[in-house]
T-cell receptor, first 114, second 115 residues
Framework: GENVEQHPSTLSVQEGDSAVIKCTYS??????FPWYKQELGKRPQLIID?????GEKKDQRIAVTLNKTAKHFSLHITETQPEDSAVYFC?????????????FGSGTRLSIRP | KAGVTQTPRYLIKTRGQQVTLSCSPI?????VSWYQQTPGQGLQFLFE???????NKGNFPGRFSGRQFSNSRSEMNVSTLELGDSALYLC??????????????FGPGTRLTVL
């Protein structure tokens, strides 16, 4: 069945350094790739997303890249800050106007060392 | 606009019982999806409802069911509870007819503990 693999499961970086989280997907019909950030005890919040017709998208310190041929997409966080510490989930989805099936990766626990 | 709300926030049940969880989407959102979140399995898709119809279903046993009402509120039911059903149950709503049709907004979740 459809699957989204996410690596690494845990990541610790020095404050100010960059963090990269990678995901691969199996469903060729996937056309939407959101990234969610979940802080301890809180709900997942969308931080950035990308659609299959775009190769890269950036929003301030966060960027996402997509390689459709290799079925890879990655989250890049630059100049990391303590508030970036959280669990990050990638997802792949085949979405249509009235239906969607989103498959999430297993999550990456990012810790920012002061 | 008010966000997605879920009730109850916490629930304790015993094995064999059944439970019903409720989700109220953002006003105007007609799609509601349900997810199970556990430490070991991450976020697992249960099902999605749109206009009172189930549009997609994940790989969960028939003990897990749901429905959606005409006001887009949704309920999820789990019958014959098992210890392994202990998890955070999240619902998410989206507006398929809006510009950002794919963006899902999550509720705070219901923490279910099965003893």
């Amino acid at each position: 069945g459809e699957n989204v693999e996410q690596h690494p499961s845990t990541l610790s970086v020095q404050e100010g350094d960059s963090a990269v989280i990678k995901c691969t997907y199996s469903d060729s019909a996937s056309n939407y790739f959101p990234w969610y950030k979940q802080e301890l005890g809180k709900r997942p919040q969308l931080i950035i997303d990308i659609r299959s017709n775009v190769g890269e998208k950036k929003d301030q310190r966060i960027a996402v890249t997509l390689n459709k041929t290799a079925k890879h997409f990655s989250l890049h966080i630059t100049e990391t800050q303590p508030e970036d510490s959280a669990v990050y989930f990638c997802a792949g989805a085949a979405t249509y106007s009235s239906a969607s099936k989103i498959i999430f990766g297993s999550g990456t626990r990012l810790s920012i060392r002061p | 606009k008010a966000g997605v709300t879920q009730t109850p926030r916490y629930l304790i049940k015993t094995r064999g019982q059944q439970v019903t969880l409720s989700c109220s989407p953002i006003s105007g959102h007609r799609s509601v999806s349900w997810y199970q979140q556990t430490p070991g399995q991450g976020l697992q898709f249960l099902f999605e409802y749109f206009s009172e119809t189930q549009r997609n279903k994940g790989n969960f046993p028939g003990r897990f069911s749901g429905r959606q009402f005409s006001n887009s509120r949704s309920e999820m039911n789990v019958s014959t509870l098992e210890l392994g059903d202990s998890a955070l149950y999240l619902c998410a709503s989206r507006s398929p007819l809006a510009g950002s049709a794919d963006t899902q907004y999550f509720g705070p979740g219901t923490r279910l503990t099965v003893l």
